[in-house]
Every structure is written in structure tokens, then in C-alpha cells.
């Protein structure tokens, strides 16, 4: 068993008060289990990795549990230490996503009519149960119209829209909701303490942002890190790839600043050292997104600010005081653009590339033709000698032009060297910008 699963099974919730988050759901099962009210159906709905399952076994165990009427959950119990171990027989788990036929479903219809062996309850709980066939549902709807009074269905999904009104109408249904970053992160800092590993509060923080939500997906993280024995921030990045936020705090200046180059350099300097440009993107968007809210709010409070250190948040408040509004806006529409874009790019960086330049037409002003290197008036010349006969003095008009497209050709033509995947699709594309781009110039 991989370290990752050790400590996320080593951490699973056994009983309802170590359930994090999802109190209106555990405070509601309580009371039903209290005055004898348990519906003969449930359906828990939720992001992955919130606790369904674990909630759904908990549940059961507080079904069974031989000291119920005390302690709700005992663990101590012959019913308790089954279900926890996995062989209870009176406790079925059923992946939908694998056994999603009408067979299978036709044999849970016969089985459901024989009593519990030992325990009071035979409880079913089946997992995804949006992944059920249509007929596989309508066979399932037959049962839980009228199940027998010693069964209780505990069904789970992900994707409740795929699941049939007729089966959420027959249910009890509860939402669960994603955990916020606070609760994941006591989570995380109670397992490190009980590992007896140091990290700190922003180091964690990186695990926490990368978990979105989902406390399954903190605590696998943490065991992939622990594993390879990454403790320290620069580590976890790393194990991680995630980019530096000093990257992305660069990056943005450079952009607002309207330094073309340096962005373009820092981008190459990011996808050398292999950050994933996914997670790049996603990092820049939260930055600027938390810029934009502190000018709105100046929201120290905000949950987005968790994520960034105290000398990040300071250039944070330094960025929002110097930009405007609609710069941050237009950054973080190109930075969505591209987010969708680099999926489908055969060059990843070209669309983040791409974004750049249309974030900074001030470089080109200050890039003007005086300043032009021999280097690129030597390649304008080349390209488009028709356009080039005059002296830029002489036509000042047209030559701002194809500065502009010798940049564009230049960035494109960076990354290309970078990435050699796919030229003739690159020069297409490149043909393709510099048309839209005159076009609209015009
Ligand atoms: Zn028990």
C-alpha cells in the first residue's frame, strides 16, 4: 500500500464527530438515529472526497452498533469493527460505476428480501449511483418504493443531475458541501502533528489550494509528499508543480507594466522548469482575482488571500493601488481564455504567449522604430521587403505596423524553438494571428 492511502485511510473518519465539516447532515442522521425515525433511503450528494462514504459507513455503523443507544457509534462492538474492517455482512457496498446493469440490480431485489444475519439493519450503499443504465434506475425505483422495513439504502453521487427525479423523490436527500481551506488545513496540521512532521502554515497552504475542497484529496497529496519526504516549501512545489508565486507575482508586474520581453522570458523560465501551465494559469487567475476584490473590498479577510504569504500580500496591495481596474479585468479575461486554450494548443505556452502581447500593446509603443534592434529590422526586411523600402523616418505609419508584427513573429517563433512539436500547424497559426491582428490594426 502506497503511503498516500495509508494516511488517507489511516485518517478516515470512524465516527460522526470526527466528520469535518457537513454538521447540518451529521445533526440530521443523529436525530432520526435518536427518536427512531431512519428513512429507508438517503441520498448524499457532493463534490468528490467530502465524505459521503464515510459518512454512509458511519451511519451504518451507528445502525447496528450493539451500544448505539449510548454512544451512537461504539467502534468497540463485533458490528462496529466489521464495518470498519469491510466484512460486515449485513453492510453491502456497491460501485455503481462498475456494476451498473440491471442484473446486478435484479440480484440486490432478490437479496434485499432475506433478513439481516446478526445486525438490525442489512444497509446498501451504493456509490455513484448515477452510473446505473436507465433500466438498472426503473429496477432500483421498484425497491425503493416499497423496501422491506429492515433495509436502508444509502445511495451517493457526485452528479445528482444524472440522477432520475423519480429516484431524489423516494429519497432523503442531503447536500455536502466542498470543505473550506481552514478546515482542511486543521486537518492537515492535526495529521502532520500526529505523524510528528514539521511544515509550516504556507507550505500546507499549497496542499490546500491544490486540493480544491476535497479533504480525500488533501490528505492523498500529503501522503505523495510525506512519501518522497518534501517538508519544505520549495519541495512541495516541486512535488507539486506548482510555479513559484514569486513567478507569478513577477509575471503580473510585468504585464501591468507593460514589459513584454521579461513576461515572455519568465513564461520560458516556467515551462523549463516543468510547472504545469494548467496550474500556472489557475495561480495567476487567484492573484489577480484577489488584487481585484482587495481594490473592491480591501478584503484581508478573503479566503482567496489564504492562499499567499505576507510579503505576497503586500505586493498584492502595491499592485492594487498602482493598477487600474479594467487592466486587471482584460488580464484576467485573456488569462481565462488561455486556461481553455492550452488544452488544446499543440504548443502549451503559445496561447499564455499570445495573451501577453495583447496585455501589453504599450510595449510596442516603447519598442518604437528608433529602438529597434539591427537584428530585428533585419528580419522585417526579409519578410516584407515591399514594406521596408522606405525609410521608417520617411513613413513612420507603416513601419509601427510591421514592428508590431515582427513582434508577434517573434514571440510565436520563441516557442516554437522551445517546443518542436508541430511547426507547420505553428506557422499556420502564426499567419493566422498576424492576419487578425492587421486586420484589426486597419
Ligand atoms: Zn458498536
Known amino acids: 500500500m502506497s503511503k498516500n492511502t495509508v494516511i488517507y485511510r489511516k485518517y478516515r473518519p470512524q465516527s460522526f464527530d470526527e466528520v469535518v465539516g457537513q454538521e447540518f447532515v451529521i445533526q440530521t442522521l443523529k436525530n432520526a438515529l435518536a427518536h427512531d425515525k431512519v428513512a429507508h433511503s438517503y441520498l448524499l450528494c457532493g463534490p468528490h472526497g467530502t465524505g459521503k462514504t464515510s459518512i454512509a459507513r458511519i451511519f451504518a455503523k451507528a445502525l447496528n452498533c450493539k451500544n448505539g443507544k449510548e454512544k451512537v457509534v461504539c467502534l468497540e462492538c463485533e458490528s462496529c469493527q466489521e464495518i470498519e474492517k469491510g466484512i460486515a455482512p449485513d453492510v453491502i457496498e456497491i460501485d455503481a460505476a462498475s456494476n451498473r446493469g440491471i442484473n446486478e440490480i435484479r440480484e440486490l431485489r432478490e437479496a434485499i428480501r432475506f433478513l439481516p ?28 418504493e416499497e423496501p422491506p422495513d429492515h433495509i436502508v439504502f444509502i445511495l451517493a453521487t457526485t452528479e445528482q443531475h444524472k440522477v432520475p427525479f423519480t429516484i431524489i423523490s423516494r429519497t432523503q436527500k442531503f447536500n455536502l458541501r466542498h470543505l473550506n481551506r481552514e478546515e482542511i488545513d486543521n486537518q492537515l496540521a492535526a495529521i502532520l502533528k500526529k505523524e510528528g512532521v514539521e511544515m509550516d502554515q504556507e507550505t500546507r497552504a499549497l496542499i490546500v489550494a491544490s486540493a480544491e475542497g476535497s479533504l480525500r484529496d488533501a490528505q492523498s497529496i500529503l501522503g505523495k509528499v510525506l512519501a518522497i519526504g518534501a517538508t519544505d516549501n520549495k519541495q512541495v512545489r516541486d512535488v507539486l508543480g506548482i510555479a513559484n508565486t514569486q513567478h507569478i507575482v513577477l509575471f503580473v508586474e510585468h504585464i501591468t507594466q507593460q514589459r513584454r520581453d521579461e513576461a515572455i522570458v519568465l513564461l520560458g523560465t516556467v515551462v523549463a522548469s516543468g510547472i504545469d501551465l494548467d496550474q500556472f494559469i489557475q495561480t495567476v ?38 493598477v487600474g481596474n479594467r487592466q486587471l479585468l482584460a488580464l484576467i479575461k485573456e488569462m481565462l481564455d488561455a486556461s481553455q486554450a492550452v488544452k488544446y494548443s499543440p504548443i502549451p505556452q503559445l496561447p499564455i504567449e499570445l495573451a501577453i502581447v495583447q496585455l501589453t500593446p504599450g510595449a510596442e509603443e516603447k519598442s518604437g522604430s528608433t529602438e529597434r534592434s539591427a537584428d530585428e529590422a533585419k528580419e522585417t526586411k526579409e519578410e516584407s521587403p515591399h514594406e521596408t523600402e522606405d525609410s521608417p523616418e520617411e513613413k513612420p505609419k507603416t513601419t509601427k505596423r510591421v514592428s508590431k508584427r515582427t513582434t508577434v513573429k517573434k514571440t510565436t517563433k520563441t516557442s516554437s524553438t522551445r517546443s518542436k512539436k508541430t511547426p507547420q500547424k505553428t506557422s499556420a497559426k502564426t499567419k493566422r494571428t498576424t492576419t487578425r491582428r492587421k486586420k484589426s490594426e486597419e
Do not use: C, P, W
Not at 476584490?293 to 478573503?302: A, F, P, R, T
Not at 479566503?303 to 500580500?313: A, P, W
Open 117 to 144: 444475519t446478526k445486525s438490525s439493519y442489512k444497509v446498501y450503499i451504493i456509490d455513484e449511483v448515477h452510473m446505473l443504465t436507465k433500466e438498472a434506475f426503473n429496477a432500483l425505483l421498484k425497491t425503493l
Open 285 to 322: 487567475l487567484q492573484f489577480v482575482r484577489t488584487i481585484l476584490l482587495v481594490k473592491m473590498s480591501g478584503g484581508e479577510s478573503l479566503d482567496t488571500m489564504f492562499y499567499f504569504s505576507k510579503e505576497e500580500k503586500d505586493t498584492m496591495n502595491r499592485i492594487a493601488q498602482d
